[in-house]
């Protein structure tokens, strides 16, 4: 069998610590934690990740480019602005209710991670930020920039609170209430005023 290389290695560890982060939060997880689940020698661990918060930086841009992937595999199957929101809505319905939903990774650094300036905070407030811009260039094939810019962040706080009460034990009627809202305010938006 063929020794690991040391791409293989980082990425082991990047997915051990995603797993304990996910489960058990940043602050809670210590390194010693994650060398002995992944099963490294601390020289690989710092060799790789000088510190944890490089670690947990790099933890959430794996997070993000996973979902980034998986929105843009789904955008391609719709045709409509309309259908393209309703599909990152559908997203958060199947996270919801799967084995592997915990609540969001990213407003769990940023609850932990209060400061501005903080890498892991800068590192969450990215992917939102994406997820938003995302939606925002979505939103402009129907309606002005401006009104897409203020639309994507209420689509954005609909998700973020659908996240929250399916966190809370209420993922189908959480997906169900934000979708509602969501296309509402789409279907409101293409009525003449």
Same mark, same amino acid.
């Given at each position: 069998?063929a ?44 060799? *790789? ?8 930086v ?7 480019? =996973?979902?980034e ?13 309309e =259908? ?12 919801f *209710? ?9 407003? *769990? ?8 300036? *903080? ?6 407030? =990215? ?7 995302? %939606? ?20 954005? %706080? ?13 993922? #189908? ?8 809202? #969501?296309?509402?305010?789409?279907? #409101? =938006?293409?009525?003449?005023?």
């Amino acid at each position: 069998m063929a020794e690991p290389t040391r791409t293989d290695k980082r990425q082991h560890i990047v997915e051990t610590a995603y797993a304990l982060f996910k489960r058990v939060g940043f602050h809670a997880t210590g390194i010693d934690r994650i060398i002995a689940e992944a099963d490294v020698a601390k020289m690989t661990m710092y060799r *790789h990740f000088p510190s944890k918060d490089d670690l947990m930086v790099e933890v959430l841009g794996y997070r993000a480019g =996973r979902f980034e992937r998986q929105l843009d595999r789904l955008a391609e199957q719709a045709a409509t602005p309309e =259908r393209k929101i309703g599909t990152i809505f559908d997203w958060y319905g199947r996270w919801f *209710h799967s084995a592997d939903f915990h609540g969001c990774l990213f407003a *769990h650094a940023l609850a932990e991670f209060g400061d501005p300036a *903080h890498p892991v905070f800068q590192a969450a407030a =990215r992917q939102k930020n994406d997820l938003k811009r995302r %939606m925002r260039l979505i939103l402009e094939e129907m309606m002005p920039a401006d009104e897409a810019d203020s639309t994507s962040a209420a689509l954005l %706080m609909l998700i973020e609170g659908a996240t929250l009460m399916a966190r809370m034990g209420q993922p #189908a009627a959480a997906i169900r209430d934000a979708r509602k809202a #969501a296309m509402a305010m789409l279907a #409101a =938006r293409g009525r003449p005023q």
